[in-house]
């Protein structure tokens, strides 16, 4: 069973000493992990945007996908501390060049006529989305890309009735034969 805590907004405006950063945790799936991973980040100042946890194929694990903003510098501090934490597996940082990152956006849209409906459906096939819920006063589009393309979704929806959004956290692998 996946666990996803969704954003609805998009991460706050950036210093330029931050930076936004993507690690992959394979941790045991036991209580009071992500508690202490998320403790971790905390201390060291960095800011939690995305958060996505699944089992593993194998039930008694779970990998976390953390998306993190924060100052550069601390960052291999962070990977040191949480790989030396209890059931924690190991803790790998993913370059946009060397894994494969993507996000999952659901929008819910009010559709008053037939030139709405119509015009709802060439954004979500611009953005090769697709409609996953269709009633007679609303529909629901489902889109997945990486962060700048759901951007610029959002942006193109923004010329209807949005009732409401939801956005999943980022999901990595790396690309290759090298470990997530």
């Not at 459906?121 to 819920?133: A, E, P, R, S, Y």
Request: proline share 2%.
């Amino acid at each position: 069973m996946s666990k996803t805590i969704v954003t609805t907004d998009s991460p706050a405006h950036k210093s330029p000493d931050h930076s936004s950063h993507t690690l992959s945790v394979f941790v045991n799936n036991t209580p009071g992990v992500l508690m202490r991973i998320t403790q971790v980040f905390a201390r060291r100042g960095f800011n939690i945007d995305s958060l996505v946890v699944s089992e593993g194929r194998d039930d008694r694990f779970s990998r976390m996908t953390i998306g993190i903003t924060g100052h550069s510098n601390g960052l291999e501090q962070i990977i040191k501390q949480v790989s030396k934490l209890i059931d924690v597996i190991h803790c790998i940082q993913h370059e946009a060049d060397d894994s494969v990152v993507k996000e999952l956006l659901l929008v819910k849209m009010l559709i008053a006529d037939t030139e709405t409906r119509t015009a709802a459906l060439q954004v979500i096939d611009h953005f090769n989305g697709k409609t996953v819920d269709l009633t007679p006063e609303s529909m629901i589009a489902m889109i997945s890309g990486d962060s700048s393309k759901l951007d610029a979704a959002i942006k193109m929806f923004s010329g209807f009735e949005i009732i409401e959004t939801v956005r999943t956290g980022k999901v990595v692998m790396a690309r290759g034969a090298s470990t997530t």
